[in-house]
């Protein structure tokens, strides 16, 4: 599964990882992120399954997938994901501040 890519913090290479796995299913996408580091699971009733990713030099991100099999990534004080428009721009929102920022 690996490249010449190297992941070493899976938000701030969200874009590129998004290149990567953009059609691939959730699982795959989760063997995918897993085969740069190592994941871990967190199943909270009520909740989403959760996966905290951690790179080979240690840097962590938490994540789960809303229905449509889209990363939304989980921060200190917020949660955001991307989508593709159809202009194929990367525009990101948080869903903890109701945020819109356009990353294009």
């Known amino acids: ?22 059609n691939l299913d959730p699982e795959s996408k989760v063997d995918w992120v897993a085969s740069y580091g190592r994941i871990r699971t967190i199943d909270h009733p009520g909740f989403r399954l959760t996966y905290v990713f951690e790179s080979r030099l240690g840097f962590t991100a938490g994540f789960f997938f809303d229905d449509e099999g889209d990363f939304v990534f989980l921060g200190d004080h917020h949660t955001f994901k991307w989508f593709i428009p159809g202009n194929g721009e990367g525009i990101e929102f948080s869903l903890g501040h109701c945020t819109v920022l356009d990353w294009s």
Do not use: E, G, K, N
């Not at 010449?4 to 990882?17: E, G, K, N, P």
């Open 1 to 22: 599964m690996q490249s010449t890519f190297a992941l070493i913090d899976l938000v701030s290479q969200r874009h590129a990882v998004r290149h990567y796995v953009r």
